[in-house]
Each structure stands twice: as C-alpha cells, then as structure tokens.
C-alpha cells in the first residue's frame, strides 16, 4: 500500500497519474443520486457548477456512514461529460486530473474547509458492461475532517482547478449519516441488551 500523506494545496509538482497510482479490479455501482441537488449560494454555485458524478461508499448500496465507527469514507469519481460554462463539450476524467479534491457537508466546503484525501487514490478498472467500461478513482478521506455532524442526506466533493483552490467542479450523492454521540453499532448493542434483560425478566416472573 502507498505510504499516506495529506493533500494539501501547496504540493510539490504532480507526478503522472500512472506512476502515482496503483490500479485495482473491483466493482463499481453508478452513482445513485435520489436527491434533488440542493441551493447553493450564488459564489459557490459559479465557482463550483455541479458537474461531477460520483459514488459515496462505493460498496455499500445505502451509503452509509457511522460518525462514531469510521475512521475513513471513500469516494468514487467517476468520468462525466457536460458543457462549460464556454458552451464546449468537456470530458472530466479523474484518473487524468491532479488529486485536488475535498468532502464533507456543503457548508464545510462552501466555507474553504472539508477533508482532504489521505493519499492520492486508486484507479479502479471496471469488470463487467455496467460501467461503460471507463476507469473510476477510488479516494479515501478522513471522516472526522468531513465537517458532518449527523442527518445529512447529501454529502459533496469539490475538484479544485488549480492550487488558488478558488473554482473547480462539484459532485454529490445520498448519503446515511449517523451522528458520533451515538453510533448505529453501538444503538443496536443497547437495543439488544435491553430485549434480552426483558426476556429475562419475564421468565423469571413464571
């Protein structure tokens, strides 16, 4: 595995994609976006148009996330295709753009913040039709960096265009997010505990 660093808008000079990635067989869903895209404020929404399609949690279906149990959420980027903003046909493919990303709520990123991925990801090749045969990238992030607190439904990434961090592209998908007062594991444990002590006591009332 690749040694993890921290992306920050300061690196040294890219190497190629090639050699700073490894390639990794898997199996990558689309991107399930139930929601509707929310408001955005009327710089972040110019400076960040909503052109990226990506998958949060590519192997969960619910894209599910325990503030209190993980330490990590991935992140598929996929390829897309949209008009700029020149009225030009644009291709976004991830495995060719510098690794300059973050995730979290749209409030963190909207504010500058959000997590920074830990290395410089992984480029998944596809093994079936359902992808169109185009390779995704597979990021990691830091969970407790993401700026979410619990009851989100939609989480975000940002591409950032250059290391001024000022414009780029945005993405997002339905999200389950669990609160870390109280983990999804632990509620059940305390679930559990408190049936079993029910159980227990009714057969002891006999």
Same mark, same amino acid.
């Given at each position: ?14 190497? *190629?994609? %090639? ?11 689309? &991107? ?9 404020? @009327?710089? &972040? ?16 279906? =619910? ?8 330490? *990590? ?5 996929? #390829?897309? !295709? ?13 495995? !060719? ?14 504010? @500058?913040? @959000? ?6 990801? =992984? ?10 045969? #185009? !390779? %995704? ?8 960096? *993401? ?5 989100? /439904? ?8 250059? /290391? ?5 592209? &945005? ?18 444990? #305390? ?11 009714? %057969?002891?009332?006999?």
């Amino acid at each position: 595995m690749k040694p993890t660093q921290s992306m920050t808008s300061d690196d040294g000079p890219e190497s *190629t994609p %090639s050699t700073r990635r490894r390639f990794l067989k898997g199996t990558l869903g689309a &991107a399930a976006t139930v929601a509707a895209v929310p408001s955005l404020s @009327g710089i &972040a929404a110019a400076h960040f148009p909503t052109e990226l399609s990506i998958d949060i949690q590519p192997e969960n279906a =619910e894209n599910f996330i325990d503030l209190g149990d993980h330490d *990590t959420v991935t992140v598929a980027v996929q #390829q897309s !295709e949209f008009v700029d903003g020149d009225g030009e046909s644009e291709t976004f493919d991830p495995t !060719e753009r510098d690794v300059r990303y973050r995730f979290g709520s749209r409030l963190a990123l909207e504010d @500058g913040g @959000g997590a920074r991925p830990v290395d410089d990801g =992984e480029v998944r090749q596809p093994e079936d039709d359902s992808e169109g045969g #185009q !390779e %995704s990238l597979v990021l990691t992030f830091p969970v407790d960096e *993401t700026g979410l607190d619990g009851g989100e /439904e939609t989480a975000w990434l940002y591409w950032e265009r250059d /290391e001024s961090g000022d414009h780029g592209y &945005a993405g997002f998908d339905s999200v389950r997010v669990y609160g870390n007062d109280l983990s999804g594991r632990t509620l059940i444990e #305390q679930l559990q505990q408190v049936l079993e002590g029910d159980t227990a006591n009714g %057969s002891g009332s006999d």
